[in-house]
């Protein structure tokens, strides 16, 4: 009984000289932030939107850098606050060139480098000068803080700080704590938290910049979107394509390969909208006669074997098992290259000269003839 007593008086020592120990730590990290200076920034931050009785622009603040670096600063405090597991330098800086630069969609996306941090632009709308809404509270764009291995949208001193006297009180929002720890941290628990909160976010990531590592951003997104596009009047389920093909900003195609293997995975005999939508793409939007495609013909033919490579097998298994699901009498390679359909004979030379694009099935399935008995009109197609 005695050494139970002891026991737990040690261990609520412990605990207490442990929580004293962090209180310390923290008013120190916090006496090493600019008390003065953050108050000065936070004072002139109540000036980026002007009220109502004031229509003097010169009287409206512009942000600048420094409230960025400031801001960065206050966040990367509020992280360690809640736990924050900061990455090495090589982990933090891979993981970000795997998020934002491996798969974005250059039209709708753009990256500013500056000193001590590094913007990268949500443009969704296709803006012009999108550079210009770098610092505009009412854009997603996400900053990079290298210094302090985390990200952030913009951070606005107001949002996150409270000052009493020399008492600095910081209260970040879950989205960014749980973003972070994600992203960084590979905490699986925080992604939950943002599949139910955090949506637009995660579709961000996928949609704009390609990030299509982990299966349930995926699914989420494809779910969402394929929704969308199929309410649309008329339906349009085909954009979904415009998802998965990309040019990236150097001007070349990037297919966003984990997202096609996730199609492949949920194509089902009871099951086919997702590779449906995308055979409709290739009819709709990549070889539209109304709409230019920026697509260059070797592009297309690339974007073809990795549509056919899905579709045809999943066809030839699932048609003879359910004809409402699977109704189509050919698939879409064979109406695309045939004379009395789309009349793109083209594409066979095309996918040959590049090897069918390292797709032994699509290959085989060609040389062979197997494509061209696909012919509804032909005896084979109609046995």
Not at 134 to 140: A, L, N, S
Request: aromatic share 10%.
């Amino acid at each position: 009984m005695k050494m139970k007593k002891l026991i737990l008086i040690l261990f609520v020592a412990t605990n207490l000289v442990s929580c004293q120990n962090k209180k310390t730590e923290d008013q120190i990290e916090k006496k090493n932030m600019d008390i003065e200076l953050i108050k000065k920034h936070m004072k002139l931050q109540e000036k980026i939107e002007l009220s109502e009785n004031d229509t003097d622009v010169s009287h409206q603040y512009r942000l600048t850098d420094t409230d960025i670096e400031i801001g960065g600063e206050v966040v990367s405090q509020g992280m360690k606050n809640n736990g924050y597991i900061i990455p090495d330098n090589e982990t933090f800086t891979k993981k970000i060139k795997e998020i934002f630069e491996e798969n974005e969609d250059c039209s709708c996306v753009g990256s500013r480098k500056h000193n001590n941090f590094t913007t990268y632009f949500v443009n969704s709308n296709k803006e012009q000068n999108i550079l210009k809404t770098e610092y505009d509270y009412t854009y997603d764009h996400i900053f990079v803080f290298q210094q302090y291995k985390l990200i952030s949208t913009l951070p606005l001193l107001n949002d996150v700080v409270s000052i009493n006297g020399n008492q600095l009180k910081i209260n970040l929002d879950q989205n960014t704590i749980a973003r972070n720890k994600f992203l960084f941290g590979k905490n699986k628990g925080e992604l939950t938290w943002l599949l139910f909160n955090d949506k637009e976010f995660l579709k961000t990531l996928l949609v704009y910049f390609g990030y299509d590592k982990e299966e349930k951003i995926n699914e989420l997104v494809l779910k969402d979107l394929y929704k969308e596009y199929s309410e649309e009047s008329p339906n349009a389920e085909e954009k979904i394509g415009n998802v998965f093909f990309v040019k990236d900003c150097d001007g070349k195609l990037k297919i966003r390969k984990n997202i096609l293997k996730y199609v492949d995975k949920k194509t089902t005999k009871d099951d086919n909208k997702y590779i449906s939508a995308l055979s409709e793409y290739i009819v709709s939007i990549l070889y539209s006669q109304d709409v230019k495609s920026s697509f260059t013909d070797d592009e297309k033919a690339e974007i073809v074997a990795n549509i056919s490579n899905i579709e045809i097998p999943k066809m030839n298994k699932f048609k003879t098992e359910d004809t409402n699901v699977w109704n189509a009498k050919a698939s879409t390679l064979f109406y695309l290259q045939s004379e009395n359909a789309m009349n793109h004979p083209e594409i066979l030379s095309i996918l040959k000269k590049h090897n069918y694009f390292g797709f032994d099935f699509l290959k085989n399935y060609i040389e062979s003839g197997q494509l061209q008995d696909e012919n509804p009109t032909s005896p084979q197609g109609d046995e």
